[in-house]
């Protein structure tokens, strides 16, 4: 019975794999797309560069002062 049954789940598995649908190709314009650009993943976006985008309405961080550092005893 189970020399029957292996070769016909294969060829059941080899018939809905043949079924199977491919995944759409992304656009040209994703960064995953092999046709995109070249170059499209340098760098961070223009939003997140420093300086592109100001916020006025936002307080502006101010570095902690620094701490007096020692490494022996005065």
Known sequence: ???????????AALGLSACAVRAAAPPA???AS???PAGRLAGAPASLRPGVVVYPDVPAA?????????HHAP
């Open 62 to 70: 101010r570095a902690p002062a620094a701490t007096p550092h020692h």
């Open 1 to 11: 019975m189970r020399r029957l049954l292996a070769p016909a789940l294969v060829v």
């Open 34 to 36: 092999p046709a995109a």
């Open 29 to 31: 314009t994703h960064p």
